[in-house]
């Protein structure tokens, strides 16, 4: 049974001793007398045991224990990983808070999707420079035909002069920006209009409601940091809307405008915009054959403080408050003895709350009252919805 078990012994060493030797014949790697092969070193690690150190069976082999065949590799470096590379790379953005304030144009570039309703009571002159709605309808109806006012082309809602016209409006805004410093963005709106009448005098125009004028823009911000904004934006505005309706102007607009936002604390934020609104056409003046249009220019301005009140990563709440104005410099309104609307300025203070929920939705509401006499409406209550990206 000794010679049987030293057999078997001898057996199992010469397998060992021809795996590990065909193995190191088949790295062309490795040189002659080379060590630097752990094949190599195999070979020689068992080489080293003479045969009668096999048949002594009075002690174990003296092997090294923690070799295993399995370790056995070429000399040649593993290759790297070569990290891939993204095709489209994300945009680098600066690292800002999205804007607060909820009437004044966000200066901050991004993508982003917007819902806003907006209900405002008692517009008196909705026909004022016709930034609002097309010139009033009922100068078609005038009598006299020779009355200098008559005008057979007048587009806007008719037959009758309103008391004053509350209305609601729905606005959907994309806004696209492949680069951190430019964006494209449009707006499609809908527009509901209930005319309120004089009293012994008949209905104004029908209550309407439908699409409104298209909107569309671009906006560069020349200056981008972490803390402050500084945005070119241009805007313009398309008839698409029904202004017999009272659903649009009736005419193209444009909108050059600066905007600017600038992180005062890690709470409180300051936000503002200055522009002028300008029409492309115009219905007749007043009276008709005269020179100056309908629509005028509109010079606006505003500015928007907020306060953030809690500010927790999942949950933040900001308190706003906005100051916003416009100066009207041309056109014509329907009404007043003087139709003449030119020098009218009309200031509206806004107050408001921002709720942003994790760092991409956020919900506002607000309530705004007119400062002055003449003015675009008397309140107004708007709620909005944003998702940035």
Not at 172 to 180: D, K, N, Q, T, V
Request: one cysteine or more.
């Amino acid at each position: 049974m000794r010679l049987f078990g030293s057999v078997l012994g001898l057996l199992a060493a010469t397998v060992t001793f021809s795996s590990a030797k065909g193995v190191a014949q088949q790295l062309p790697q490795v040189v002659q007398g080379s060590v630097s092969s752990p094949a190599f070193f195999v070979y020689s690690e068992i080489a080293k045991y003479p045969l009668s150190s096999i048949f002594d069976n009075d002690g174990p082999l003296n092997y090294n224990r923690n070799l295993f065949l399995n370790q056995v590799q070429t000399t040649n470096t593993p290759p790297k990983r070569v990290k891939t590379v993204a095709a489209a790379e994300k945009v680098k953005r600066a690292s800002i808070d999205p804007s607060m304030v909820g009437y004044i144009d966000d200066a901050v570039i991004h993508s982003e999707f917007r819902i806003r309703f907006d209900a405002a009571l008692d517009n008196k002159t909705p026909d004022r420079g016709e930034f609002f709605y097309a010139k009033c309808g009922c100068y078609a109806f005038i009598q006299p035909h020779t009355n200098l006012a008559y005008d057979p082309n007048t587009p806007g809602p008719g037959p009758n002069i309103p008391k004053d016209v509350d209305f609601q409006q729905l606005y959907f805004y994309g806004e696209y920006a492949p680069y951190s410093h430019l964006s494209l963005f449009t707006q499609i709106p809908f527009r509901w209009l209930q005319a309120n009448s004089f009293p012994g005098t008949g209905q104004a125009f029908p209550n309407s409601g439908g699409f409104g004028d298209m909107q569309f823009g671009l906006r560069f911000a020349p200056l981008a940091s972490s803390r402050r904004y500084l945005t070119l934006q241009f805007k313009a505005y398309t008839p698409t809307g029904d202004a017999s309706e009272g659903l649009g102007t009736n005419h193209a607009s444009v909108e050059p405008s600066l905007l600017y936002y600038q992180r005062l604390s890690e709470r409180f934020t300051l936000e503002a915009e200055t522009g002028d609104t300008h029409p492309l056409s115009s219905s007749a003046g007043v009276p008709t054959a005269g020179s100056k249009g309908f629509a005028g220019d509109v010079f606006f301005y505003g500015v928007g403080p907020s306060y953030r009140l809690v500010s927790k990563e999942q949950f933040r709440l900001a308190g706003i408050v906005e100051l916003v104005g416009w100066n009207v410099r041309s056109g014509f309104v329907t009404g007043p003895a003087n139709p003449s609307t030119a020098g009218v300025n009309i200031v509206n203070i806004k107050v408001g709350s921002r709720m942003t929920f994790a760092s991409h939705q956020s919900l506002y509401v607000g309530y705004g009252i007119a400062l002055t006499s003449q003015n675009w409406y008397r309140e107004i209550f708007r709620a909005e919805y944003r998702y940035a990206f």
